[in-house]
């Protein structure tokens, strides 16, 4: 997981990936680590506002887990302290997403 949170990290903060708020995945932003898949991504709001991404899907999951596998993820890059800024949200499809501010202040166009 450490080395996947490296590798996709370093491609989703790259700006010109960043994603408008219509979320999208593609083979840049997806990865799988055993059963588990990883997407991470910088979203932008249309009030410029950046959000990082990370979601994980796999069979019987659970938030706990997923946060889990958030700390060891992120590690590369980020040290993780938990229910600071992170959000988590689970949607229709079992995906399991977490999400923080990437910038600021917003950005100005």
Same mark, same amino acid.
């Given at each position: 997981?450490?080395?996947?949170?490296?590798?996709?990290? %370093?491609?989703?903060?790259? /700006?010109?990936?960043?994603?408008?708020?219509?979320? +999208?995945? #593609?083979?840049?932003?997806?990865?799988? @680590?055993?059963?588990?898949?990883?997407?991470?991504?910088?979203?932008v709001t249309p009030?410029?506002?950046?959000?990082?991404?990370?979601?994980?899907? %796999?069979?019987?999951?659970? /938030?706990?887990?997923?946060?889990?596998?958030?700390? +060891?993820? #992120?590690?590369?890059?980020?040290?993780? @302290?938990?229910?600071?800024?992170?959000?988590?949200?689970?949607?229709?499809?079992?995906?399991?997403?977490?999400?923080?501010?990437?910038?600021?202040?917003?950005?100005?166009?």
């Amino acid at each position: 997981m450490e080395e996947a949170g490296g590798a996709l990290l %370093g491609r989703a903060i790259e /700006p010109r990936r960043w994603v408008t708020h219509v979320r +999208r995945v #593609t083979v840049d932003n997806i990865c799988h @680590v055993g059963n588990v898949q990883v997407c991470a991504s910088v979203d932008v709001t249309p009030t410029l506002e950046t959000f990082l991404r990370v979601s994980f899907k %796999g069979p019987r999951l659970s /938030p706990l887990q997923a946060a889990e596998l958030l700390e +060891r993820f #992120t590690s590369a890059r980020y040290i993780f @302290v938990p229910n600071l800024e992170w959000l988590v949200e689970i949607d229709a499809r079992d995906w399991i997403h977490f999400s923080r501010p990437y910038t600021r202040p917003c950005l100005e166009a």
